[in-house]
């Protein structure tokens, strides 16, 4: 049998429950909560229907598995950040979760976008990159002086857009190239040089 100082007796549903079985509290003389943890639980599940909010389901949760708020799947603990300061050492969003509101908050912050006003985006691009018209776009294109969003590229276009520096006189030059127009510089004016016709 336990001894007396490893146990503690719920004052709600009258149990001799190990002292892990209790919260922590500081200003009590036994440094713990005067109710177990599972009718803390309880008590605050219920009070929390008194006021009209929102409580998730109860459920039983397999050990090293956690239950995500965002998409109420149950994951094993590698699905989740850490967080020193909850409870169990984790983040109350699984990493899936954080990912995908962190590319919302970066849509909004960057581009002012809404997710869905993206995806509208690339619906009236019939679905593919602006610039090829075959690959599925991924990211958002905008004019770095101005800030106005011009389409959603595929990662390959928008990375030649930028390796062109959005300079739309070396972007033709590039094509008449690419064409096999060989490109020999005719100086026209200081700094201004003409194409060949």
């Not at 009236?124 to 090829?132: A, E, K, M, T, Y």
């Amino acid at each position: 049998m336990a001894s007396e100082e490893s146990v503690k007796r719920c004052v709600r549903c009258g149990e001799s429950k190990p002292r892990t079985a209790f919260h922590r509290r500081r200003s009590n003389l036994d440094g713990l909560q005067q109710h177990c943890r599972a009718c803390a639980s309880d008590y605050h599940r219920k009070r929390q229907e008194s006021l009209g909010r929102k409580v998730r389901p109860k459920m039983d949760v397999p050990e090293g598995h956690k239950l995500c708020l965002k998409c109420g799947e149950v994951k094993p603990w590698s699905e989740w950040h850490r967080n020193a300061t909850a409870s169990d050492g984790l983040s109350t969003r699984c990493k899936a979760c954080r990912a995908a509101e962190g590319r919302a908050r970066h849509l909004k912050r960057h581009y002012g976008l809404t997710e869905a006003e993206r995806d509208e985006l690339v619906a009236s691009q019939g679905g593919v990159c602006c610039i090829c018209l075959a690959a599925v776009p991924a990211h958002v294109d905008h004019c770095h002086e101005t800030g106005r969003v011009r389409g959603v590229l595929c990662f390959s276009c928008n990375a030649a857009l930028g390796q062109f520096k959005d300079q739309p006189e070396v972007i033709r030059r590039a094509a008449a190239y690419v064409e096999g127009n060989a490109w020999k510089p005719t100086l026209v004016a200081p700094g201004v040089y003409q194409l060949p016709s």
